[in-house]
């Protein structure tokens, strides 16, 4: 049972590159949610999509786009690639309304912006 | 806004010591809380959660009990293994449009334990 898969795992840019990265979900999970995680700043939600054909903006979403492909799939893309956005970056996913709001998380995806 | 307060890291401990990780929350409403630990170089993992006040979320040793008058929710485990060493982090559901809920998390906790 995968879970939550993100691909690539590692990443380096060069500043003003363009990257997406990949999603998938194997839950039959409605929501799907991008993170950022960077030292003593815990996780800070980027973008997420409530179901599929609807994405909203989180907390620090400038400088990101996403889509929501199909239920399972969520990609973050990075247009212009910026020193600043040189994070970990995780996809999780989750029931829905439902839910008591406990989300699953994939391995994580190392960026470096240089 | 909703928001997690964690206490500051990183904790070093000795093999066998009892650990307290405190955490406390500010909401609106009634969230549920979570504790996640992420090992070395893995994603985030569920270790407990609780749904309501009063509710102790227990699991691998590891307990938190959700304490709505003092809006807490600190992680406690008797007696701690080197395999404990990890970051962990509370965090407390919040609903969003649409009728999702995102995780809004505290700023992590770096836990080392020596043999």
């Known amino acids: 049972n995968a879970g939550v898969t993100q691909t690539p795992k590692f990443q380096v840019l060069k500043t003003g590159q363009s990257m997406t990265l990949q999603c998938a979900q194997d839950?039959?999970?409605?929501?799907m949610y991008w993170y950022r995680q960077d030292p003593g700043m815990g996780l800070r939600l980027i973008y997420y999509s409530a179901s599929e054909g609807t994405t909203d903006k989180g907390e620090v979403p400038n400088g990101y786009n996403v889509s929501r492909l199909n239920k399972r799939e969520f990609s973050l893309r990075l247009e212009s690639a910026a020193p600043s956005q040189t994070s970990v970056y995780f996809c999780a996913s989750g029931r829905g309304a439902s839910n008591t709001g406990e989300l699953f998380f994939g391995e994580g995806s190392r960026l470096t912006v240089l | 806004g909703n928001s997690v307060t964690q206490m500051e890291g990183p904790v070093t401990l000795s093999e066998e010591a009892f650990l307290t990780i405190n955490c406390t929350y500010t909401a609106t409403g009634y969230p549920s809380l979570f504790w996640y630990v992420q090992y070395p170089g893995e994603g985030l993992q569920l270790l407990l959660k609780?749904?309501?006040?009063?509710d102790k979320g227990s699991n691998k040793g590891f307990e938190a009990t959700y304490r709505k008058e003092t809006t807490s929710f600190h992680l406690e485990k008797g007696s701690v293994q080197v395999s404990d060493s990890a970051v962990y982090f509370c965090a407390l559901s919040d609903w969003v449009a649409q009728g999702a809920q995102k995780l809004v998390f505290g700023q992590g906790t770096r836990l080392t334990i020596n043999p």
């Open positions: 839950m039959n999970h409605n929501s």
């Open positions: 609780a749904t309501k006040a009063d």
